[in-house]
Nanobody, 120 residues
């Protein structure tokens, strides 16, 4: 069973930066495709960025050029560096793990989320 704990959210002004972290436990982290999603009030959850075990990355158009996803397999942690934040980035950010190998392949695990608020 994979457990995910996000941290790093907070209240910032437009143009500022935040770095989110997601620590994973259980399972084999290196085998997981790791994804950051977000959900704004009244909206559906949407993909922000994903990173494969090969470090290949994928970004939503809204995140390109401003956000950077990375992973540290030794710390079993995935990060989301968010720069030049905008009010429309306000949302709860969720970490998601998708095992690619082994008996849990096809499963999807979620953290409880961390709130990011961008406001002047």
């Amino acid at each position: 069973q994979v457990q995910l704990v996000e941290s790093g959210g907070g209240v910032v002004q437009p143009g500022e930066s935040l770095r989110l972290s997601c620590v994973s436990s259980g399972g084999l982290f290196i085998n997981n495709y790791m994804v950051w999603y977000r959900q704004a009030p009244g909206k559906q959850r949407e993909l922000v960025a994903g990173i494969a075990r090969t470090n290949r990355t994928n970004y939503a158009d809204s995140a390109k050029d401003r956000f950077i996803i990375s992973r540290d397999n030794t710390k079993e942690t995935v990060y989301l560096q968010m720069n030049d934040l905008k009010p429309e980035d306000t949302a709860v950010y969720f970490c998601n793990a998708q095992p690619q190998i082994g008996p849990t392949r096809g499963m999807s695990y979620w953290g409880k989320g961390t709130q990011v608020t961008v406001s002047s």
